[in-house]
């Protein structure tokens, strides 16, 4: 089966995706997977194969104006607001990368269609090719349940109606913003006007399936869910080829007690050098070695103490096991990755989905209370690392959720369920 995965955004929301691609490889399909041009090399190295997609949108995010966005949007009003700053700025960029996708898909000839949600073409280029296509996310944000609310939409503890009703209201507003280039996309591409935007349906109004790559051990499945709706487990991209740690990370792994991980990824925002300075104080503050990863965000350290070392990457799944807590932003695969080395969070969140797993980390017992962004000072980064190190209730359910994620195979799980999409 030639498969066709689309996806775009940061790292994190590509890698998963690499990584089921190559699970899909290894159960003999043919993988063409389409994202970033930032990204080409990665998804070769991978041994997928390549599908071009414009830089244009991802590289406003490097933008102050693309740093505002990330620093000033703490909920979905803040969100509405920005996207309708940036509405002029994106058109052609959105207009192009619908395009984009249509051409690498038509390049790929695929047979089925898998499509994180930002690669909005994709149902409806399965729809003109007349083949399946599955939603598959990390991020459980698109299907209605009367158990929670939408992620980005406060708790209002009003019962399941109001629960229910703000995930049309981001449906609503989803379309208000992307459906104009969703029906142009669709009359260029020879099919016929779409009655109704909906992330669920296709141009049919047939029920999409969804797969969300996330652990059941920490965020169990709605009883309310459809069962076009499934859980698969995570999809971590492990053993990456080639990579041994360097001596100097090594030797300061052995030289003392486990350090503290400190990265936020690609959220430095538009001062990463006051950011560099509150988590060096803070870890200073706790008395804690620590290791600091700098990221695609650029986060800027200069003379560093002997207790803190610097990294640019290190893979999740080498490193994670050999330090004592995880501070990080609190996405969707460093998330999962902490979890899974067992170790205790503390989670820094800067936007989007990033409060919702803090909060579920939290909740949970294996992390401490999340900082916002705009809240972090020393002070609160020390004494939440002391407590995610030192409280022996944390560390024990961190240890046991992990042996939990350890113990699934998300990506087994997934091409299992794609295979049996296939055949129906």
């Not at 209002?156 to 992307?178: A, D, H, M, P």
């Not at 006051?274 to 990863?293: C, D, F, M, W």
């Not at 999962?336 to 797993?357: N, Y």
Request: aromatic content about 8%.
């Amino acid at each position: 089966m030639r498969i066709f995965i689309a996806t775009y955004g940061s790292r994190g929301d590509v890698q998963p995706y690499v990584a089921l691609g190559k699970g899909l490889e290894d159960a003999g399909h043919r993988v063409t997977l389409a994202t970033s041009e930032r990204f080409r090399e990665f998804v070769a190295a991978n041994g997928l194969e390549y599908g071009y997609l414009g830089d244009g949108l991802l590289s406003i995010v490097d933008t102050d104006q693309g740093k505002d966005l990330l620093e000033n949007t703490t909920n979905i009003f803040d969100v509405v607001k920005q996207n309708i700053k940036l509405a002029k700025q994106t058109q052609s960029l959105q207009k192009a990368l619908l395009r984009e996708t249509w051409e690498a898909a038509e390049k790929a000839r695929p047979d089925f269609i898998l499509y994180h949600p930002k690669a909005g073409a994709a149902p409806h280029i399965a729809e003109k090719l007349g083949i399946g296509c599955a939603l598959a996310t990390p991020i459980p944000m698109f299907v209605p349940t009367s158990e929670r609310p939408f992620l980005a939409l406060p708790d209002l503890k009003l019962g399941g109606w109001y629960n229910r009703l703000s995930y049309q209201i981001i449906t609503s507003l989803t379309g208000i913003f992307l459906g104009k280039y969703i029906k142009e996309f669709r009359r260029d591409i020879g099919l016929g006007p779409l009655k109704k935007f909906n992330f669920l349906k296709t141009g049919t109004g047939q029920d999409i399936p969804v797969l969300h790559a996330y652990s059941e051990a920490v965020l169990p499945r709605p009883g309310d869910w459809p069962e076009t709706a499934q859980v698969t487990g995570y999809w971590f991209l492990d053993g990456q080829t080639g990579w041994t740690p360097p001596q100097d990370l090594q030797a300061f792994l052995d030289k003392g007690e486990p350090p503290v991980y400190i990265g936020f990824g690609s959220m430095a925002g538009r001062n990463p050098d006051q950011l560099a300075e509150t988590v060096i104080t803070a870890l200073q503050k706790s008395g804690l070695r620590g290791i600091l990863a700098t990221g695609w965000g650029g986060l800027k350290l200069e003379t560093l103490p002997d207790t803190i070392f610097k990294i640019e990457t290190a893979p999740h799944d080498w490193l994670f096991p050999r330090v004592s807590a995880v501070v990080h932003h609190g996405g969707a695969g460093t998330s999962g990755a902490g979890l899974r080395a067992g170790k205790p969070s503390v989670i820094v969140p800067f936007f989007g989905d990033q409060p919702f797993w803090g909060r579920c980390i939290h909740s949970l017992g294996a992390g401490s209370r999340p900082i916002p962004r705009k809240k972090l000072t020393a002070d609160k980064l020390a004494a939440a690392i002391r407590n995610a190190v030192s409280n022996p209730d944390i560390r024990e359910k961190a240890e046991e959720i992990g042996k939990k994620i350890r113990h699934e195979d998300g990506i087994k799980n997934g091409v299992a369920m794609i295979e049996k999409m296939q055949k129906a």
